[in-house]
């Protein structure tokens, strides 16, 4: 069994930095410290993969500290699988009737989860590809969410602001092309940059492209 010093894993000691000053800094730390190396677990070997004794070392606790902190690895994953969840809420603002804008934000909003949160991108799409057991409590929502994209998308078809497209497909186009870049990480920098270690594509060209490439796609014109 490897310790927390183990040279093979990265760690988050939770004595990093300045003392906390009272009992609830030091909680929000040491809890702080729990998340970032459940993330880093859970995205790299699942739900089964992952050992609460692995995310005790690597958050530089004991198993038994740990677990004084959270009941079960159980619960943590599903804290950080909903907490995906929750960032992708309200990032298709329909406050403006231009489609152009809504979808272009849209994208810009999910390019930039992708890039400043990775892992837990991953953890979402690891359980997806695990059968999505842990998932049940978000498809109704989901759902929901989804046929109001939808209806908007459909009343920008019937004014004619858009060419007719199939909304779920282009909903599901723009998620595909934008968490690509979380989830197939390492292909990009491999195939792009070989030998450049966590390399990523500048986030601004990027969003530009992405946003192009859909606008011209759906006849809208760029802004």
Known sequence: MKSAASPTKKSTPIEAGKPPRNAREN????????HAAAIAEFSENGLKGTSTQAIAARAGLTKPQLHYYIKSKEELYEELL???VSDWKGMFNTSSADPGKVLGDYIRSKVVIAFEKPEVSRIFTREVLDGGRNLERFWPDSRRRTREKVKVINGWIERGLMKPVDPHMLLMSIWAMT???ADSALQ???LIKP???SWMPDRDAL???LTALILRGCGIKLP
Do not use: P
Not at 27 to 34: D, H, L, T
């Open 27 to 34: 909680r929000e730390r040491i809890m702080a410290a729990i």
């Open 188 to 190: 990009v920098q491999q």
């Open 207 to 209: 969003v530009q492209e």
């Open 82 to 84: 909903m907490s995906v």
């Open 195 to 197: 030998g450049q270690a």
């Open 179 to 181: 968490q690509f870049y």
